[in-house]
């Protein structure tokens, strides 16, 4: 009997709120503020300033974060004209506006008086399993497969690099070789020039040994003619020529053979060399 495990899926919802955005002065980079979350929202905006000015003068105090596609994302704006310096608690809500779209914040202010304790604060919100890759217990988590390289036999003829590499290297052998064979039929002409020399030289040698040769037989058979035939019997003067023919035992060169083993080996060096281009 098979059991089975159960496995759970679930997405979790994160709320949170950041730090004081203006800890640290009247303008603030939002990725040094908001949590770099894929799917973040923004909800609410909270601040809180106190002004310093005198009942009559004119003061306008504006908080407001850059739009990346142009203009303000937020924008609130506060007239202190014709009241008297205080401190203002304010939560905006902006409706669940995507991270992408919040720009660097700033608080600036125009008319007579200052702004000081500034406090800017963002609540925020954001699914842990936006990405459904971001974990196994993610809804819609899919398991990627491994890529496991073929098995197929690969034949390194087939091979653009190798061929092309190939093909010139065969050239180059080819045109060495073709100037290798042109030397040797060079050369062995001129044997065959010096070999026809030696044989006319040989030839001449031969039909003046020949000569004395006849000359002596002849001689040889006059003196035999004084004898009686009865005891002498002229044996015949038989020639055997060489009848066996040795051919040349020289193997002809296996370029098939040579090409194949030359591109085994510049496949085996692309395949080494590209472990150390990754």
């Known amino acids: 009997m098979l059991g089975y495990l159960p496995y759970y899926s679930y997405s979790e919802q994160v709320f949170g709120t950041t730090t004081n955005a203006a800890l640290n002065g009247y303008n603030w980079v939002m990725t040094n503020v908001l949590p770099q979350q894929a799917g973040l929202t923004v909800n609410t905006v909270l601040y809180r300033y106190?002004?310093?000015?005198?009942?009559?003068?004119?003061?306008?105090?504006?908080?407001?974060?850059?739009?990346?596609?142009?203009?303000?994302?937020?924008?609130?704006?506060?007239?202190?004209?014709?009241?008297?310096?205080?401190?203002?608690?304010?939560?905006?809500g902006v409706g669940g506006i995507p991270i992408e779209r919040w720009g660097d914040g700033e608080i600036v202010w125009q008319g007579e008086g200052d702004v000081v304790n500034p406090f800017v604060a963002?609540?925020?919100?954001?699914?842990?399993?936006?990405?459904?890759?971001?974990?196994?217990?993610?809804?819609?988590?899919k398991i990627q497969m491994p890529d496991i390289p073929s098995d197929d036999p690969v034949d390194p003829l087939d091979d653009e690099f190798v061929q092309d590499e190939l093909d010139r290297e065969m050239t180059l052998r080819d045109e060495d070789e073709d100037e290798r064979n042109r030397k040797q039929m060079g050369e062995k002409e001129e044997e065959g020039e010096e070999e026809v020399d030696l044989e006319a030289v040989l030839g001449v040698v031969n039909k003046s040994l020949q000569n004395a040769e006849d000359t002596a037989?002849?001689?040889?058979?006059?003196?035999?003619?004084?004898?009686?035939?009865t005891y002498f019997t002229q044996l015949p003067d038989t020639k055997y020529e060489e009848t066996v023919n040795l051919q040349d035992g020289k193997l002809p060169t296996n370029r098939r053979g040579r090409r194949l083993e030359f591109a085994q080996q510049l496949l085996h060096e692309k395949l080494v060399k590209s472990q150390y281009e990754k």
């Open 50 to 92: 106190t002004t310093i000015k005198d009942i009559n003068d004119p003061l306008i105090v504006t908080v407001q974060n850059e739009d990346p596609e142009g203009g303000y994302i937020f924008r609130e704006v506060d007239d202190w004209t014709g009241i008297p310096g205080n401190t203002i608690n304010k939560v905006v």
């Open 122 to 141: 963002y609540t925020y919100q954001y699914d842990t399993c936006f990405d459904p890759q971001t974990s196994p217990s993610c809804p819609g988590y």
């Open 217 to 229: 037989k002849q001689q040889q058979m006059m003196a035999l003619n004084a004898f009686s035939q």
